[in-house]
């Protein structure tokens, strides 16, 4: 699916199309519909699912309000990843006033809202665990005077009520001229409609400096974004660096130095998402997509042959070797560990054939297996044991649409990702009638440059127009 591209990224955005997620607000009523409306506030990005503000205005003030712990509340002091997000937001959205040294003595007004209070309502807060496909990110917002409530039953709810309900919910705008921000009395309702919402980095095409990666995690927090769907290796590189398999960087990689994510890159980069609510599901996309592989891994790759001779050239992984399968369990065993997510994405688009067509050993393994001339049956024979290896691992696994197409035996908890542009509905249907979870970013890439308002078409795509379903806007 990227053998055209050339850009430095590929942006993906992508949403799992029924695992929508309802949680129960005790007496609070939820509109199954976003409540829309004009508003003399601007409008609030994303847009939650119900929202009332006031014309009511209180002044916030960097001098005198502070986020505290509810006392109530399941999350405390300890909780890292609540106070890490406290002081984070609190630069966010005071910078200015805290570098002008707004003088803290000056008497606040009446109105100020002195505090926000975070009250995480479950027994088990989750603090100190990894976002999944199943994690509660809902929750309720009041602001009121003198002290706003955000109540969420995990902290991925907290992280993003506070991120897009309070902060940049658009509710406050400056007033630098006395130092303090007006922010409208605001009660705001919030869960996600998708449970998957997620956006795609190539760094195999061209290599991404950390930077960059975090920059990028920063912008999807503050646009509810959870997941970091991490295209790491592919033909042009093997930036990955193993530490069971060192030589497959060492050798696939732009520059084995400087063109490499560490184990300790990884791991910051894993934790910088964990903080902001964003999972990290990494892609080793094979049997295709994987010259960079077979620089560092001998006989990994399939011998191309121009008539009885070996042309010098390899194509997709080879299938027929035992010690393929070999390679293959000791990779993603390792995989398993470095990534904590319960799931990897393993590719399995855009097999060439071409190649196993042409080795001689092929064609004698495909005769023996039964085969015949349909080699779509060879790359599944290779995805197949591929998919009993990464189960041994306990991980869950993602896949591109021609894996499930071609028939290939899977797990009831495989997620088939759906990209082709063409016969989108009928591949969702497909899909999901035969019960697995998709994910769908066909109508998303972003990196298919035209002409005019082209930004207009990414929200008019609707994913649950597969099912007929009525929908209001």
């Known amino acids: 699916m990227f053998a055209t591209l050339k850009f430095a990224a590929l942006l993906l955005a992508v949403v799992v199309c029924w695992a929508t997620q ?40 960097g001098a005198s309000f502070h986020i505290f712990d509810a006392k109530a509340s399941s999350s405390g002091a300890s909780c ?35 505090e926000l209070q975070v009250w995480i309502t479950s027994a088990d807060s989750e603090c ?21 409530v955000l109540k969420a039953p995990k902290v991925w709810g907290a992280l993003r009520g506070r991120v897009h309900g309070f902060y940049s919910t658009h509710c406050l705008y400056s007033d630098e001229e006395v130092c303090s921000r007006p922010i409208n009395r605001t009660d705001i309702h919030d869960f996600p409609r998708f449970a998957h919402r997620g956006l795609l980095l190539d760094t195999s095409r061209h290599f991404l400096p950390i930077k960059v990666i975090l920059a990028n995690l920063e912008a999807m927090a503050w646009n509810k974004f959870n997941v970091f ?58 049997p295709g ?52 997510d319960a799931y990897v994405h393993l590719g399995g688009d855009e097999v060439d054939f071409s190649c196993w067509k042409s080795n001689p050993d092929i064609q004698k393994f495909m005769e023996q297996q039964g085969f015949g001339m349909d080699y779509s ?35 009831s908890d495989t997620v088939v990702h759906v990209w082709m542009g063409n ?18 970013s066909a109508p998303w890439y972003l990196d298919y ?17 597969a099912w007929g379903m009525s929908l209001s806007f």
């Open 22 to 61: 309802d949680y129960d607000y005790n007496d609070a009523e939820i509109d199954e519909e976003p409540t829309l409306g004009d508003s003399p506030y601007g409008s609030l990005w994303p847009l939650p699912q119900k929202v009332q503000i006031s014309t009511v205005v209180f002044k916030l003030s």
């Open 80 to 114: 890292r990843l609540l106070q890490n997000a406290y002081r984070r937001y609190d630069e966010y959205i005071f910078t200015s006033s805290r570098k002008q040294g707004q003088n803290k003595s000056k008497k606040a007004l009446a109105s100020d809202m002195s």
């Open 128 to 148: 100190d665990s990894y976002p999944s496909v199943t994690s509660d990110e809902s929750y309720k917002l009041s602001v009121d005077s003198p002290v706003a």
């Open 229 to 286: 769907h991490w295209h790491i290796v592919d033909d042009p590189s093997f930036p990955y660096l193993s530490r069971t398999f060192p030589q497959l960087s060492q050798h696939g990689a732009y520059h084995p130095y400087t063109h490499v994510y560490t184990p300790s890159d990884v791991k910051m980069i894993i934790e910088f998402a964990r903080l902001r609510g964003i999972r990290v599901v990494p892609e080793f996309d094979t």
């Open 289 to 340: 997509h994987t010259q960079s592989w077979g620089k560092g891994q001998k006989d990994l790759l399939t011998p191309c042959y121009s008539g009885a001779s070996p042309s010098g050239s390899f194509g997709p992984v080879n299938p027929m070797l035992n010690t393929t399968y070999d390679f293959m369990s000791m990779f993603f065993k390792e995989v398993n560990t470095v990534f904590p």
């Open 377 to 411: 049956k060879l790359e599944s024979f290779y995805i197949q044991r591929l998919l009993d290896i990464v189960t041994t691992t306990n991980k869950g696994y993602m896949i591109w649409q021609e894996v499930f197409d071609n028939g290939v035996k899977l797990k």
């Open 423 to 440: 016969k989108v509905e009928e591949e969702l249907q497909k899909v999901t009638e035969a019960g697995f979870t998709t994910i769908l």
């Open 449 to 465: 440059i035209s002409y005019g308002q082209d930004w207009q078409k990414f929200y008019r795509a609707e994913p649950l127009i």
